[in-house]
């Protein structure tokens, strides 16, 4: 049998790989068009077996019309996912005029190719700065902070996955292809035609099948933000952005990899923020991947260098070792809810942030000292976000009145005289000394562990009595 663009039907039409948050769910449900072409979301070939994810390929199959049994299969029918999807899914798939897979993962990517022969490949990219926002966003959404799972996603983990990413994205490109940018595929239609004839489809799909395959915590929150329509609703996210760690950490990522937003045609970084000199600067040159497999995952590597992405990480780990168990804890300026994840048993966790990052985050000011209601809280954590304030003491004096225990983390300016923080996004650092003049001022008791990880330090702050 021969597909649409004459390849053989046991030659896998179209592979879409892309970054996190970069449009390739868009671009598979796109390229799905019923009765001729299916495009497969996160197959996972190289898992020996996810149930999850089984049951979820096996969903779509049925929902699209293939003549796969109403029943998931069996692993110990199969053994391997592999196996099934080679065994009963290939031959079905091959009877349509385009089949593929879309991946966000590129582990293997080369392996796979040699597998599957890929007749076309599209590769899909964003503005760094909106992919970091919106990874945060998604963490939050879809509970992927795994406290069970050798990877904890953290603003780490969306920092490594990006640089070990980028650098295959780019070696990717060594195969012919077609790139889509995100920005441009939701406000060009003829980008979208051109797509259609480049894996020689009459039209694009309209359905979102591999969409509505996701939990709902991202499918309801992705629909309900686009009303089931090609829209522009996700542009803009940095700009939309307030100050604070969460941009500070996408700006971090965007001066890291400069070569990123040269190479794609997005905004470069100014020249005085602009990393020269780092070990994951180079993603996207060279042969060996500079963010090794181990970097992924948690606990198990960092660069050499200070990144305050890590140092969160740190901090988390820290803080959350001096809570009791059964506390009512606090989190501002989250980010993401990855201190969920480290409490004590029977504590109970309140993400707050400056945008409702997540269902059940409230939203709170804390530039302008706004607090979420506080009543019935034990602990307060505030990691990595003093340092991204130009006046701190208001918001200092507001956590003093809610009468909890306050656990700190800052970089003071004794422990970071090499490190140039501007760049990082951080106004002028207090000095240790400094700093309890401050916290004094403010009415609060200091029990400090300086520079605990060899730069930022620990302070438990407690209510002085009036």
């Not at 897979?101 to 190719?113: A, G, M």
Request: glycine share 8%.
């Amino acid at each position: 049998m021969k597909r649409a663009g004459g390849e053989s039907a046991g030659r896998m039409g179209v592979a879409v790989y892309g970054l996190i948050r970069s449009g390739t769910t868009l671009v598979s449900d796109l390229l799905t068009v019923r009765d001729r072409s299916l495009v497969i979301s996160e197959p996972d070939l190289f898992v020996p077996w996810d149930e999850r994810v089984v049951r979820r390929i096996h969903a779509t199959a049925r929902n699209f019309g293939l003549p796969v049994p109403a029943e998931p299969p069996a692993q110990a029918r199969y053994g391997t996912f592999a196996r099934y999807f080679e065994q009963e899914l290939m031959p079905v798939l091959g009877t349509l005029d385009c089949w593929g897979i879309k991946q966000v993962q590129f582990l293997f990517w080369r392996e796979l190719f040699n597998i599957l022969q890929p007749a076309r490949l599209v590769l899909c990219v964003r503005d760094i700065r909106e992919v970091v926002l919106s990874a945060f966003d998604l963490i939050g959404r879809m509970g992927l902070t795994f406290g069970a799972k050798p990877v904890l996603r953290d603003e780490a983990w969306v920092l490594t996955r990006l640089c070990h990413d980028i650098h295959e994205l780019v070696a990717m490109m060594q195969v012919p292809h077609l790139l889509l940018r995100y920005e441009d595929l939701v406000t060009e239609p003829d980008l979208r035609d051109r797509l259609a004839d480049y894996v020689s489809l009459n039209a694009l799909g309209s359905e979102r099948l591999n969409l509505e395959g996701e939990p709902d915590s991202r499918s309801a929150w992705e629909s309900a933000r686009h009303g089931g329509q090609i829209s522009v609703a996700s542009l803009g996210r940095y700009s939309d952005e307030p100050p604070g760690p969460a941009r500070s950490l996408a700006e971090r990522v965007w001066a890291i990899l400069p070569g990123y937003a040269d190479r794609f045609g997005y905004e470069l970084p100014d020249e005085t923020v602009r990393v020269r000199r780092h070990s994951l600067a180079g993603s996207g040159t060279g042969a060996v991947n500079p963010v090794s497999q181990s970097m992924l995952g948690w606990g198990a590597g960092k660069p050499p260098e200070f990144e305050p992405a890590f140092a969160r990480r740190h901090a988390r780990v820290a803080a959350a070792r001096m809570i009791e168990p059964g506390s009512v804890v606090l989190d501002l300026a989250c980010v993401v809810p990855a201190l969920r994840l480290m409490l004590p048993p029977g504590c109970r966790y309140i993400a707050s942030d400056v945008k409702e990052r997540f269902d059940g985050c409230v939203v709170a000011d804390y530039r302008n000292g706004d607090l979420p209601p506080c009543d019935g809280v034990d602990v307060i954590t505030v990691l990595g976000l003093l340092e991204t304030l130009d006046q701190p003491l208001h918001l200092l004096r507001r956590l003093r009145l809610t009468g909890a225990r306050v656990i700190l983390a800052y970089h003071a300016a004794d422990d970071m005289k090499d490190i140039d923080c501007a760049a990082l996004g951080w106004g002028a650092l207090l000095t240790r000394r400094a700093l309890r003049e401050m916290l004094d001022q403010s009415g609060f008791e200091c029990e400090p562990q300086w520079a605990f990880d060899g730069r930022q330090s620990l302070l438990i702050l407690t209510p002085r009595a009036v």
